[in-house]
């Protein structure tokens, strides 16, 4: 069975898996604990599993493990803490922008890649962004006050 | 092959492994797999088992532990919507204690009484306010024996703070002191005074949700995280139709895949591996033949399907003066509504874990009523009630039964086969597939004007699925293929409420043909029934006022008697600064972008929540797309618990409305589902999301009222009255695709022309 070196979070971690196809979003969950990535359709529609890899939100649900090589892994868990939270995070909970927030990781973390691109973005430019991340609950409207509130803070804090 | 007979018993873990060739201990994937302790989960509260269940006891509800801090147990369960701080918060203010030191455990049978299902937006009015007044009770109870600590009449005593003191100052004593970790051993009082609503410190404020920032930092562990030492991964093979019966499974077809294994049970198919990934490889790669059925109706035959029956029943819902005299002695306006099948559609596809073993059951489970779910894994798996604990942990959003307890069952099969925990968690088109369905409604409208202008006569015809009176369960898909006998019937939710017109009516009648069964398994659905019944009704109204030439709002406001009615229709149309004026505008018939504004209003379930949703759209002519621009909601729920998370849920329930209205159809042929993900079955997307203005009216002299369903109700009327106003199109099916609006423009042109 084939292993791989994988950096996640800023440490290098070891996986073994039975197919090197697997995605990485099981690998994440199941293999490294790391469940903050969730499998919403397996098939690159609804953003539910994002994770960064090299900067940029992808789906890992898309991605074979065996792909990822050296690049960097960054999943929700190595973003912030509910201690200290990354600011798209903390503008999340400002917000109260989840309700079953099953869909909010793909939210934060792909607002979190957005916002390191443009961090001055545009409410057109979140929607645009987050085109594809669906949400069940009807939660948009905070997401996109979230993403708001750190993108016009962005000037002052800079 | 693991092959057990109709309802047959578990082999043991040995024979389990014997059977499947694989040794113990192999293939175990990865080092750390996440494994999330039960008492870790619960934070210690299974101390607390043995504690009473009991409903109408305090202690069924309320543990005050010897640190002053409380334990709450609720048979209620938060499902996304805030249950989790708003039903603390009442309990809070009651006794007496900071809303912080309240720890929450819901749904657990195991802990919590049984308050019934989480939906019909009962968990304020009914679950909270229940606890409320268990709250009330343990207050005065403990107000009583500091009275008699502190040697003072009860009457000098408060309870504020988490401590009962004089009021007129000086030292009190704690809750610990009081009571800490002994049983209150009291009936639940139903005249315990309530605190005064004008003294409220904690009910009405928008006080954080506690699990938010674990939510958005991916630390919240949800069913679908969730995962037990020893576990195995399951997935089901459903049927290439439904109802189809299993002719062949071909074992060899996953082999080398781990150590993945089919379980069969007559027609019930599954694969377990200890590793998940191998559990879908497996899922996908095995060979099962299927007989072909042809025993669906087509999601294009469903609505003469309605029309036809088999019916079970017809039923008068409501009768005032003589609406079929009335009808026929003038000349009625008449139209028809259809609302689609639809899916919950949940983001994460529904998840269980069962552990089934030693004539026991241990079920985790996100379903919207565990205590119910215990007793069909009794029944499904010959237990006693009392051998089998079912714990809620949140699921993605379900708005209504989705396919939780589906996939509780699908577990509880493969866990008794295996001996072993088996975590099932459902792909993406099981969800979209097989979810139970909100059902199809079909709905008939005729009415007449009086003279100047009002409802003369009114008269609804709804042909609507009946429920199977007090069936225990919607049938499971999982015991259904496995021939174990189940309670068959059909379930979904009081839909024929609010069929009626809310405004003054010399003659109104509502009547619906109850069908005998529906076009896909059906269950609830947010506001069960209420969004295609206010849909009808409320798009009827304004064909009855465009009929009058009049401004749809004060049509509405000339019959509507209710002054919290009328309060929240004025507040809504304010916000997008409504100007009277009758639909459709004088700019419908012009080119290009068409410009409109609609409204709806809404009394639940025509005693509950008042709401009213005015919008203003945009009608692009050349492609059919239409465009919510403003959308407005005044929302009146009673007395306002948290107030954000009010304001939550009429958000989402706009938003998902539109989505539902706007995209949603599930389409079927006559064998099989083939919306089966978010591409053939899409949802609103980001770009698509309108400014939003919404106004909350707090009553606090009120009952609490739900905030869950209602808002949902108004939308699709307001929607189809909007694009009435724009370009003189009306909308009577949803979902509202563009190909259906062109289709409509065409229609009306060819209409206009044949008239000219
Ligand atoms: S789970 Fe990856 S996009 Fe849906
Ligand atoms: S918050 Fe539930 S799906 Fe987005």
């Known amino acids: ?158 | 092959m693991i092959a057990v007979a109709n309802g047959g018993g578990a082999l043991s873990r040995r024979e389990f492994l014997k059977a499947s060739g694989a040794a113990a201990g192999v293939l175990v994937i990865g080092a750390a797999i996440p494994r999330i302790a039960l008492a870790q989960q619960r934070g210690g509260a299974e101390a607390a088992i043995g504690k009473t269940l009991d409903a109408s006891e305090v202690d069924g509800f309320f543990a005050v532990h010897a640190d002053g801090s409380v334990t709450l147990f609720s048979g209620k369960v938060d499902l996304g919507t805030g249950l989790r701080i708003a039903i603390p918060q009442m309990a809070a203010e009651e006794l007496g204690i900071d809303v912080a030191r309240i720890r929450i455990i819901e749904g657990d049978t195991g802990l919590t009484p049984d308050q019934g299902a989480t939906a019909g937006s009962t968990g304020i009015m009914r679950g909270g306010v229940q606890i409320r007044q268990a709250a009330a009770t343990a207050r005065e109870a403990l107000i009583g024996i500091a009275a008699q600590r502190l040697g003072r009449p009860a009457a000098e005593l408060e309870a504020v703070n988490g401590e009962v003191r004089p009021r007129a100052g000086g030292a009190g004593l704690g809750f610990g002191e009081l009571i800490g970790d002994k049983r209150f051993g009291l009936k639940l009082d139903a005249k315990a005074p309530l605190r005064d609503p004008s003294a409220y410190t904690m009910v009405g404020k928008p006080i954080k949700r506690p699990d938010v920032p674990a939510k958005v930092t991916g630390r919240h562990v949800y069913m679908q995280d969730f995962s037990v030492p020893g576990m195995l991964h399951g997935r089901v093979i459903r049927p290439s139709s439904v109802g189809a019966k299993l002719v062949s499974v071909d074992e060899a077809s996953i082999r080398g895949i781990g150590n993945a294994r089919v379980v069969r049970i007559n027609d019930f198919v599954g694969v377990v591996a200890d590793d998940e990934w191998d559990a879908i490889r497996a899922a996908r790669a095995l060979k099962a033949t299927w007989t072909k059925e042809e025993g669906l109706v087509g999601d294009a035959g469903v609505r003469d399907w309605m029309r036809r029956g088999p019916f079970e029943a017809d039923e008068t819902l409501m009768k005032r003066g003589d609406a079929r005299a009335a009808l026929a002695a003038g000349k009625p306006l008449k139209a028809s509504y259809y609302w689609p099948v639809q899916s919950h559609a949940s983001m994460g596809p529904s998840c269980a874990v069962v552990d089934l073993r030693d004539g026991k059951a241990m079920v985790w489970s996100a379903s919207q009523a565990t205590h119910r779910l215990r007793g069909i894994v009794a029944r499904l798996m010959q237990l006693p009630a009392e051998a089998v604990r079912v714990v809620y942990l949140d699921g993605a959003g379900c708005y209504g039964m989705n396919g939780h307890d589906d996939a509780a069952a699908d577990a509880a099969l493969l866990s008794r086969a295996t001996g072993r925990p088996v975590r099932v968690q459902w792909m993406r088109e099981d969800e979209h597939a097989w979810d139970p369905k909100g059902p199809p409604q079909l709905l008939d409208l005729e009415g007449t004007l009086t003279p100047d202008g009002r409802i003369g006569a009114w008269k609804t015809e709804m042909f609507l699925p009946r429920a199977t009176a007090s069936l225990p369960n919607v049938p499971l898909l999982g015991p259904a293929a496995a021939g174990i006998a189940q309670p068959m019937g059909i379930s979904t939710g009081l839909i024929s409420q609010n069929g009626n017109p809310p405004y003054a009516a010399p003659n109104v009648e509502v009547m619906v043909h109850w069908l005998k069964d529906a076009p896909l398994r059906p269950s609830n659905i947010r506001a069960p029934g209420k969004v295609a019944n206010c849909f009808a009704v409320e798009s009827f109204t304004d064909e009855l006022a465009a009929a009058a030439g009049r401004d749809p709002v004060e049509f509405r406001l000339q019959g509507l008697g209710d002054a919290r009615g009328i309060e929240v229709l004025k507040r809504t149309v304010a916000l997008l600064g409504w100007q009277p004026r009758p639909s459709p505008a004088p700019t419908a018939n012009g080119k290009g972008v068409a410009v409109g504004r609609g409204m709806a209003y809404m009394h639940y379930k025509n005693n509950e929540t008042y709401v009213a949703v005015a919008m203003e759209v945009e009608v692009d002519r050349g492609s059919g797309a239409i465009r919510v621009k403003r959308l407005a909601c005044a929302h009146d729920c009673g007395l306002v618990i948290n107030a954000d998370a009010v304001r939550a849920q009429i958000e989402g329930n706009l938003l998902q409305t539109l989505s539902r209205t706007l995209h949603e159809e599930t389409k079927f042929d006559r064998s099989a589902v083939s919306s089966r993900d978010w591409s053939s079955y899409p949802i609103l997307k980001f770009p698509e999301v309108p400014e939003m203005l919404i106004d909350v009216v707090d009553r606090p002299k009120e009952p609490p009222l739900g905030a869950g369903e209602a808002a949902a109700t108004p939308v699709p009327a307001a929607l189809a009255n909007a694009v009435f106003d724009a370009c003189g199109v009306r909308l009577r099916t949803a979902p509202f695709t563009r190909e259906r609006v062109k289709a409509a423009m065409v229609a009306m042109a060819t209409e206009n022309k044949r008239k000219a």
């Open chain 1, 1 to 158: 069975m084939p292993t791989y070196r994988l950096s996640v979070n800023g440490e290098s971690r070891s996986v073994t898996v039975s197919d090197p196809k697997q995605p990485l979003l099981y690998v994440l969950r199941n293999s490294l604990g790391l469940t903050g990535a969730k499998y919403g359709c397996g098939l690159g529609q609804c953003g539910a599993c994002t994770v960064h890899i090299g900067g940029k939100a992808v789906r890992s649900c898309l991605v074979p493990v065996s792909s990822v090589g050296a690049k960097r892994i960054t999943t929700i868990e190595g973003l912030g803490t509910p201690e200290a939270p990354h600011p798209v995070q903390a503008a999340f909970i400002a917000e109260q922008a989840a309700q079953c927030g099953y869909c909010v990781n793909g939210m934060v973390m792909t607002s979190a890649a957005l916002l390191a691109q443009k961090p001055r973005a545009t409410l057109g430019e979140c929607k645009a962004a987050l085109a594809g991340n669906l949400c069940r609950c009807g939660t948009q409207h905070r997401i996109e006050r979230a993403v708001m509130r750190v993108s016009q803070g962005a000037g002052s804090k800079a």
